[in-house]
């Protein structure tokens, strides 16, 4: 059921950017985990714990991912939800990971809505009444959306957690707000951890991965800018990576402060764009309500 491909993905708690408490405290929780299999039995619990990575596209959930398995030496299952037929085969699937292994449910927003359907593939979404093959392959999509929130619920509180042991079960999302907080309560999803925007901190961490600068005189500047402008890490890192032999630390740094600026500039004008909508909206709304007065 499961295909085999070695895993190979150089991420590590090193290489991770990210605040520095916060890599500690998971990094501890991860090796308090693989080494209390004495204490999940003691208190009765199976030696699973949940992880929920959420936060917006670039800022390194599956970085994190892979950083956990290279850490523990874990295997990874990387489970794609709409291509699961139903809750039988979620069951099947699952029953056949093994130990020391992290199973990754990845954006499970986009697998499940909250009424426990999963949502249609976004082709599925067009406008297909005119177009049979379309309705045929939606027709033929639909029987297949037979995995349900509560399948996956069940899942999780049930026969996973009674077979087998040592296994890790993380979900990722860019949009928490729209999950099921039934889905990730404590003591399903144990560990909420939110991946965000570059901040310092993490910068520092690129610089030195990047360009082995521990400091430098601009970093003062990005510093600043990066309080004031959001920028995702996989941006910051594409800006300080090299792209010619010629190019040193100082140009890597100063290309991230023109892209800084240039994202600090866009910001500014997407508020001033909703603004001039907004206006223009209430001014609309005024013009009709006058002439409802007439
Ligand atoms: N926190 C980070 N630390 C180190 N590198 C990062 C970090 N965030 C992003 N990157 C860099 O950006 C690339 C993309 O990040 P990654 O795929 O981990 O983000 P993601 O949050 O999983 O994105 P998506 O939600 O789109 O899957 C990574 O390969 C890595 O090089």
């Known amino acids: 059921m499961w295909s085999h491909i070695m895993f190979e993905h150089p991420s590590t708690f090193d290489t991770l950017a990210m605040d520095p408490n916060k890599k500690k405290e998971i990094l501890n929780d991860l090796l308090t985990f693989s080494k209390s299999k004495d204490y999940y039995k003691k208190v009765g619990k199976s030696w699973k714990r949940g992880y929920l990575l959420y936060g917006p596209p670039g800022t390194g959930k599956s970085s994190m991912i892979a950083a956990m398995a290279n850490l523990l030496d874990y295997d990874i299952y990387d489970l794609e939800l709409t291509s699961v037929n139903d809750n039988t085969d979620l069951r099947k699937l699952l029953i056949d990971t093994s130990s020391k292994s992290i199973i990754v449910i990845e954006d499970i927003d986009c697998s499940l809505d909250l009424t426990g359907q999963r949502k249609k593939k976004k082709e599925d979404k067009k406008p297909d009444q005119k177009d049979p093959i379309r309705k045929k392959e939606k027709d033929k999509n639909k029987k297949k959306t037979e995995v349900t929130l509560s399948g996956l619920l069940n899942f999780i509180d049930g026969l996973w957690s009674a077979c087998g042991s040592e296994r890790l079960i993380i979900f990722t999302t860019n949009h928490v707000e729209k999950l099921d907080p039934a889905l990730i309560r404590r003591g399903r999803m144990d560990k909420h951890i939110e991946m965000s925007y570059c901040c310092f901190e993490t910068f520092k961490v690129l610089a030195k991965n990047y360009l082995d600068l521990e400091s430098h005189d601009l970093f003062a500047t990005i510093d600043r800018m990066l309080e004031e402008t959001r920028m995702t890490p996989a941006d910051v890192a594409e800006c300080l990576m090299p792209k010619s032999a010629e ?48």
């Open 247 to 294: 190019e040193d630390a100082e140009s890597c740094l100063n290309e991230l402060i023109k892209s800084l600026e240039n994202a600090k500039e866009e910001a500014r004008l997407k508020v001033v764009e909703s603004e001039d909508n907004g206006g223009q909206k209430v001014q609309e709304c005024d013009e009709s309500s006058d002439s409802e007065d007439d």
